[in-house]
């Protein structure tokens, strides 16, 4: 039988690097978003539709009838989600059931991926493994903590197989310059480009981070994806934070120019996890996952992508 796969969220950040990891590896790539974006490859047959939509959603997975559904689809920012807590809970939550309840109505059962997230988790000094408490401090942590217990529900429910991840914060080109690594390489870019002094606004350098490139991540969501184990929750980050000064530093040695640092209080958060760091033992021993990319990798091909 032929794989299809049903991407909700298919324009974000991950879509179109999640679309040619399964492409690779024979999949039929079917793709939905409120938007198109230029990103999107050409394989992907996309139809435009909103998640919040019962019945799009509904009609959509019983048209394709997909073998694999995931879903992308989020408000994905912390910060941004003190802003609109409203709206966070109805994309990360409704949105979610949205494609619980059509998938489970489908004659086939699909295999369906949630995405979580490290925001889940409750702060820790040491590295974060799927047996850490839950207990999020911000609207984005707890809306994908709410998103999570439904998957279990349905699971126990329906008998049918959903896998879900924990990925901690990932980067690549393409993602939106409010995330703090394209901000920083696009400021420090735009200030060599202008062959001038600069300075660069910032929020908070003290927060450690574990950073992975996002190939890296898709390539554990194929990986856990094709594995029999749904009842698995699995952590995906690097194993190594770094804290944001020393991101900073090394993104500003790229750039020939002399360039000051500005304190943003707009980029403070209400409240700031100090350390987060992933233990990636369980994906690492159980399905022989590791990232192939370092953060510096990473930050170097998105400097020089904002250089052009």
């Given at each position: 039988m032929k794989k299809r796969l049903l991407v909700f969220g298919i324009s974000g950040f991950v879509g179109p690097y999640l679309a040619k990891e399964f492409y690779k590896y024979g999949y039929e790539i079917y793709g939905t978003d409120i938007n198109f974006s230029k990103f999107v490859p050409f394989f992907v047959e996309f139809v435009k539709g909103d998640l919040l939509d019962e019945k799009f959603v509904s009609e959509l997975i019983n048209q394709i009838k997909p073998t694999h559904i995931i879903n992308l689809a989020a408000i994905s920012s912390v910060g941004h989600s003190w802003n609109i807590p409203q709206k966070t809970i109805e994309v990360n939550v409704i949105g979610a059931i949205n494609i619980l309840e059509a998938a489970h109505q489908l004659d086939i059962h699909p295999k369906v991926m949630f995405i979580g997230s490290s925001e889940e988790y409750e702060i820790s000094d040491s590295p974060i493994n799927e047996e850490t408490k839950l207990n999020a401090n911000n609207p984005y942590g707890?809306?994908?903590?709410?998103?999570?217990?439904?998957?279990?529900?349905?699971?126990?429910?329906?008998?049918?197989?959903?896998?879900?991840?924990?990925?901690?914060?990932?980067?690549?080109?393409?993602?939106?310059?409010?995330?703090?690594?394209?901000?920083?390489?696009?400021?420090?870019?735009?200030?060599?480009?202008s062959k001038q002094p600069g300075t660069i606004y910032i929020g908070n350098l003290e927060a450690k981070r574990d950073f992975t490139d996002v190939r890296d991540i898709v390539t554990a969501y194929r990986m856990i994806f094709e594995s029999n184990d749904y009842s698995s929750v699995y952590n995906v980050g690097s194993g190594?934070?770094?804290?944001?000064?020393?991101?900073?530093?090394?993104?500003?040695?790229?750039?020939?120019?002399?360039i000051k640092i500005q304190i943003d209080e707009n980029k403070y958060r209400p409240i700031d996890t100090p350390v987060i760091c992933c233990d990636n033992c369980k994906i690492s021993e159980e399905l022989g996952w590791n990232p192939k990319y370092t953060i510096f990798e990473t930050i170097d091909e998105m400097f020089e992508y904002y250089m052009k």
């Open positions: 707890i809306s994908k903590i709410t998103q999570e217990q439904f998957v279990k529900i349905y699971q126990e429910k329906y008998n049918f197989q959903i896998y879900y991840v924990r990925p901690f914060n990932h980067t690549g080109i393409g993602q939106n310059s409010n995330f703090v690594i394209p901000s920083f390489c696009k400021q420090v870019a735009d200030i060599e480009k190594k934070s770094y804290s944001l000064k020393d991101i900073l530093n090394y993104i500003i040695s790229l750039s020939t120019q002399e």
